[in-house]
């Protein structure tokens, strides 16, 4: 079966330094999402992402933030100046039609020290 | 944002027995969504409502969409040792797409041999 993939599985970086996540969402699904898990609390959306543009995000996805499909395949989520509030699971997630449920990776752990 | 509140927060149980969890919401809800998370991966998706009332099923599954659509409960039946993980309910944003999702703070189940 397709599944959503993401690398790093885990990334460890200092406070102020600049992270990429990376996503290779299911390769016919046109909507991608990027969610956050802080450890013990539930998942929370960020972004969602349609026609090469966000289409809508939450109040976490402050300027810190920004998404990029580069090409056909990858969706990254770049954290510009990283903060310890940032070390969370973060989830990537696809689906092929608006109405159709979500897929998620296995997510990066970002720790940030 | 919307509140999904979700019980019992964990439950300890032994192989064989049901469980059953539910989740409610102050707002209404037109889907309910039911994801199950083992350590170290995403939420996968276990079981889509998406009418007031359904009733649907996937193996030893069955999650009900309440009829007020302000709740609904997954039960599992004749529990097995693989069951044990974090089980969340979520919900699409009314005013969103299907995309951006509202989840609970999840059900730890855990299944003794």
């Known amino acids: 079966e397709p599944e959503v993939t993401q690398t790093p599985s885990h990334q460890v970086t200092q406070m102020g330094q600049e992270v990429i996540l990376r996503c290779v969402p299911i390769s016919n699904h046109l909507y991608f999402y990027w969610y956050r898990q802080i450890l013990g609390q539930k998942v929370e959306f960020l972004v969602s992402?349609?026609?090469?543009?966000?289409?809508?995000k939450s109040e976490i996805f402050d300027d810190q933030f920004s998404v990029e499909r580069p090409d056909g395949s990858n969706f990254t989520l770049k954290i510009r100046s990283t903060k310890l509030e940032d070390s969370a699971m973060y989830f990537c997630a696809s689906r092929g039609q608006w109405n159709s449920p979500l897929h998620f990776g296995n997510g990066t752990r970002l720790t940030v020290t | 944002g919307q509140q999904l509140n979700q019980s019992p927060q964990s439950m300890f149980i032994q192989e064989g027995e049901d469980v059953s969890m539910n989740c409610t919401s102050s707002s209404i809800f037109n889907t309910w969504l039911w994801y199950k998370q083992d350590p170290g991966e995403g939420p996968v998706l276990l079981i889509a409502l998406y009418k007031a009332g359904e009733l649907t099923s996937n193996g030893r599954l069955t999650a009900q969409f309440g009829i007020t659509r302000k709740d609904s409960f997954l039960n599992i039946s004749a529990s097995i040792p693989s069951d044990v993980g974090i089980y969340f309910c979520?919900?699409?944003?009314?005013?969103?797409?299907?995309?951006?999702?509202?989840f609970g703070r999840g059900t730890q189940l855990t299944v003794w041999p």
């Open positions: 979520a919900g699409p944003d009314r005013g969103s797409t299907l995309g951006r999702l509202y």
């Open positions: 992402f349609y026609n090469n543009e966000i289409s809508e």
